[in-house]
């Protein structure tokens, strides 16, 4: 008899036709974990390493159906949602995700690294509104953090800045991810009810590593599926990264995803942990 199929984490979000980002990524890093990917299309992009020349959303009551249909054949252990792109598609994700009982992970993806808009006008107000109540964590990078705020995060301000979005998006857990920032250190906070905990590991001197952002909220994801407690799948996704994007190398004339088959579960390298603060 054939063994049953591990368990399933879904992808909702959008689409990279160069397969780095996006729910094509977030497969990819779901298989690194021995999950498997169920994935619902919220958004169609056209972009490469020069950035996105265009993006349209899915009907949301298509984006519900294909929600709706995953769930009503499989109980997926996690959830991590991405690039939603509009506001009606966020409330529509809400809705098909209403009776969640699994962990769902929030990326707020709002441009690409590369270049070129990810969301319409008050997709944040949106996830406040019908996702961040129920997830487990939200990963905003510094720019996306900068958006909800009202204010960019100067170096030195992470904590703050953490503590901030969390009062702000009513006590859900967040991850601020340093990757976009400067010095020889990347660090990276998570703010929780137990305080707030820097994460940090040296910064690697790569240009390779599109999908970044996407791989690791995936990873936590498939962590938190697998019974991790939140900052120890945080710095188990953040290990991972590290070594995801040690392995990078270019794509063609181009700037290259991150390696998302590397062993998920390496004991190298070690995350530097300080807090709670």
């Known amino acids: 008899m054939a063994e ?68 009503a054949q499989v109980a997926p252990r996690a959830v991590k949602t991405g690039m939603l792109f509009a506001p009606a598609t966020v409330a529509a994700v809400g809705r098909a995700l209403a009776n969640l009982g699994a962990p769902l992970v929030v990326d707020p993806v709002l441009s690409a690294s590369a270049g070129g808009t990810l969301a319409r006008a008050g997709l944040l107000e949106a996830l406040a509104a019908h996702l961040l109540p129920r997830a487990a964590v939200v990963t905003p990078n510094l720019d996306e953090a900068a958006a909800a705020l009202g204010w960019a995060v100067a170096p030195g301000a992470e904590v703050a800045a953490a503590r901030a979005l969390r009062s702000r998006w009513g006590g859900v857990a967040v991850l601020l991810k340093g990757g976009h920032g400067a010095g020889d250190v990347a660090v990276d906070v998570l703010a929780t009810e137990e305080g707030v905990f820097s994460l940090s590991l040296p910064r690697l001197p790569v240009r390779d590593g599109h999908g970044s952002g996407c791989a690791l909220s995936a990873s936590i994801a498939c962590r938190l599926a697998r019974g991790d407690a939140l900052l120890t799948a945080v710095v188990g996704a953040k290990g991972y990264l590290h070594r995801a994007l040690a392995a990078a190398a270019p794509l063609g004339v181009g700037r290259g995803p991150v390696r998302h088959d590397v062993p998920a579960d390496a004991t190298d390298p070690v995350v530097g942990i300080a807090g709670p603060h």
């Open 4 to 71: 049953p199929l591990p368990f399933t984490v879904l992808s909702v979000g959008g689409t990279d036709p160069t397969g780095g980002a996006g729910v094509a990524g977030d497969l990819k890093t779901f298989a690194a974990h021995g999950a498997y990917g169920a994935a619902a299309v919220a958004a169609v992009t056209a972009q490469n390493h020069r950035g996105v020349t265009a993006a349209v959303e899915v009907a949301p009551d298509l984006v519900r159906a294909q929600v709706e249909a995953v769930l």
